[in-house]
T-cell receptor, first 113, second 112 residues
């Protein structure tokens, strides 16, 4: 079964700093990967997704993620964070064959102004 | 109007009580899911349904049951609530792409 690991549980950055959140998945076959974001008091929403093709995918609000198959990774990046990026970020993988998502444990990002 | 709604949004209940959490969607999606979120554990799948007659257990279904009353409605029940079921519960839906899910606002459940 698919599993997803997020190694950074809490990240604190100052505004304008660059962000990279790690995500590793376990399944070596065809994989669909996602980043979801949960802003304080809000529900989860999709930030970006990778199905195939260009391994560098761009999402909303200036976020991007790079799929590196050899490293089983799908790290989330943003060149310059803003205070409004304070949120919890979840990496997820599609569990092939069962049509469901497997989520990582999440990373809480705090951006100080 | 929200596409995925959950009721109640907050609930405090006592150990041993039966409680039902409800989810409704207007997206016309066939797939619906129930997750619980706990600090440090992320989201874990409780049950999921691909249509009214297709209900499947997720990774943590013990102590929970579900009912898919219609395409648009998917309810989660705790037959006899216990304190370690205190969590934030999310409903989600998905269309043809099962992996792109749309989440409701969540229900914060506290079992005392």
């Amino acid at each position: 079964a698919q599993s997803v690991s997020q190694h950074n549980h809490h990240v604190i950055l100052s505004e304008a700093a660059s962000l990279e959140l790690g995500c590793n998945y376990s399944y070596g076959g065809t994989v669909n990967l996602f980043w979801y974001v949960q802003y304080p008091g809000q529900h989860l929403q999709l930030l970006l997704k990778y199905f195939s093709g260009d391994p560098l995918v761009k999402g909303i609000k200036g976020f991007e993620a790079e799929f590196i198959k050899s490293k089983f990774s799908f790290n989330l990046r943003k060149p310059s964070v803003q205070w409004s990026d304070t949120a919890e970020y979840f990496c997820a993988a599609g569990d092939t064959g069962f049509q469901k998502l497997v989520f990582g444990t999440g990373t809480r990002l705090l951006v100080s102004p | 109007d929200a596409d995925v709604t959950q009721t109640p949004r907050n609930r405090i209940t006592k150990t041993g009580k039966r409680i039902m959490l409800e989810c409704s969607q207007t997206k016309g999606h066939d797939r619906m899911y129930w997750y619980r979120q706990d600090p440090g554990l992320g989201l874990r799948l409780i049950y999921y349904s691909f249509d009214v007659k297709d209900i499947n257990k997720g990774e943590i279904s013990d102590g929970y049951s579900v009912s898919r009353q219609a395409q648009a409605k998917f309810s989660l029940s705790l037959e006899s609530a216990i304190p370690n079921q205190t969590a934030l519960y999310f409903c989600a839906t998905a269309g043809a792409d099962a992996y792109e899910q749309y989440f409701g606002p969540g229900t914060r459940l506290t079992v005392t």
